[in-house]
């Protein structure tokens, strides 16, 4: 009967909020030592240009392997870490070891690459993060223009006149940034203005929406492309995977393109040897 059905659902509840907490607990255990043991390592996405399909820079994306969970999604972790505190050692560790990686790329004569950092909501907002990140750098023996940080749309919305005091300052010590997941939250023309960010970068949403053959996806691109342009930045598309995708893109004057179709994110080995094997060409 139906109270019987209540009982039963409200136990389902309860079982699979036990479980979700368990995880989390799992997640914010493992992430305690992840910094020190290893667990933690950076793949590589490719950025390539619009026209040539020339690689202009990589996309440092982070992977965890959980002891006993394995392989744990960074939307998942990084969530957890940003409610427990622990997202500036890894934050940190990200900045490392991608600067570690590309000094050791142009030693090795990959000099043009450039990475781009992702950097979290709350990590942004740590006093002192431009410093740490410039100090980073400079011991790395590279030039902040090396690095480009992306942080979110919703992110940078959230609070614009805060994100545009931020964005100043690492400017000043010579950080470019993107907006990433550009299009799917409420932004203000004025403050994307005031951002002065070097990229747009589209939402995977909109890539993939292209397929549905009507006009309205081809035409939100064409429109984010073109105010892109009028002030002054580049348009990146994340999330290519179709050939009749990167087409539209590149008629449409698409500056540069990520996605599986291109390359997958990949271990550094890999990406190194990508780019010295002429597999890719490099710009
Ligand atoms: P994001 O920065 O928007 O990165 C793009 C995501 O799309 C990546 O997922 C990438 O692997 C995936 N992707 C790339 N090409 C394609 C494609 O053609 N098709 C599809 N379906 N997906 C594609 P990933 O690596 O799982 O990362 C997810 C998100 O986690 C990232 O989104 C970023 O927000 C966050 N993240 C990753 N690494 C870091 C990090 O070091 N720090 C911070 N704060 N966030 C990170
Ligand atoms: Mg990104
Ligand atoms: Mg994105
Ligand atoms: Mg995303």
Known sequence: DAKEA???GYRCYDVSMRERAV??????????????????????????????????????LLRWCHPELGAVSPLEFISVAERSGQIGRLGEWVIREACRQLRDWHDRGLSTVR???N???????????VEVAAG?????????????????ESMAMRDAERTTAIL??????GFDFAIDDFGTGYSSLAYLQKFQVRQLKIDQFFVQALDEGGHEPRAIIAAIIDLAHTLGMEVVAEGVEKPAQAEVLRALGCDQVQ?????????????ERCCLSGEVAVA
């Open 6 to 8: 209540g009982r039963n």
């Open 23 to 60: 995880r989390v607990l799992k997640i914010q255990r493992g992430l305690q030592t992840a910094v020190e043991d290893g667990s933690l390592s950076l793949h590589f996405q490719p950025k390539h240009h619009g026209d040539t399909g020339a690689l202009v820079g990589a996309e440092a």
């Open 115 to 117: 990475i781009a950092i």
């Open 119 to 129: 950097l979290s909501p709350l990590q942004i907002q740590q006093p002192g993060l």
């Open 136 to 152: 980073i750098v400079g011991a790395a023996g590279l030039q902040t223009s090396q690095i480009m940080f992306e942080v979110t």
């Open 168 to 173: 100043r300052d690492f400017r000043a010590h």
């Open 259 to 271: 996605g599986y179709l291109l390359a997958r994110p990949m271990p550094a080995a890999e990406f």
